[in-house]
């Protein structure tokens, strides 16, 4: 079945979070590029600006077989050449069903 939610192969957008912390608030800002390769895969990847980091790119990718989706994704990708000084990395895996 791929991917029948979008029709775009190409996708771009902006998110912006902010939350209200008690000494002050915390902002993020990202810009993101999907693009779907074929009827079986999309991929994303995304720049990130908020208070700690300047420089944080991300890339990911998801692939969905029937009811089950699967994905993985990296953020701060630029932070993998010295994790013991990077201050914030992180990979996730995972898989969701889907209910229609």
């Not at 999907?34 to 600006?49: A, D, H, V």
């Not at 944080?56 to 013991?84: M, P, R, W």
């Given at each position: 079945k791929g991917f029948?939610?979008?029709?775009y192969q190409n996708e771009i957008g902006a998110q912006f979070y902010s939350i209200l912390r008690p000494q002050f608030p915390q902002m993020?800002?990202?810009?993101?590029?999907?693009?779907?390769?074929?009827?079986?895969?999309k991929t994303k990847i995304s720049y990130t600006?908020?208070?700690?980091?300047?420089s944080n790119v991300g890339f990911g990718f998801s692939t969905q077989?029937?009811?089950?989706?699967?994905?993985?994704a990296v953020d701060n990708i630029?932070?993998?050449?010295?994790?013991?000084?990077s201050k914030k990395t992180s990979?996730?895996?995972g898989?969701?069903?889907i209910f229609d």
């Amino acid at each position: 079945k791929g991917f029948s939610v979008s029709k775009y192969q190409n996708e771009i957008g902006a998110q912006f979070y902010s939350i209200l912390r008690p000494q002050f608030p915390q902002m993020a800002a990202t810009v993101f590029y999907n693009r779907r390769l074929g009827t079986f895969l999309k991929t994303k990847i995304s720049y990130t600006i908020d208070n700690y980091l300047f420089s944080n790119v991300g890339f990911g990718f998801s692939t969905q077989i029937n009811k089950l989706n699967f994905y993985a994704a990296v953020d701060n990708i630029l932070g993998y050449e010295d994790l013991f000084n990077s201050k914030k990395t992180s990979f996730s895996l995972g898989a969701n069903l889907i209910f229609d």
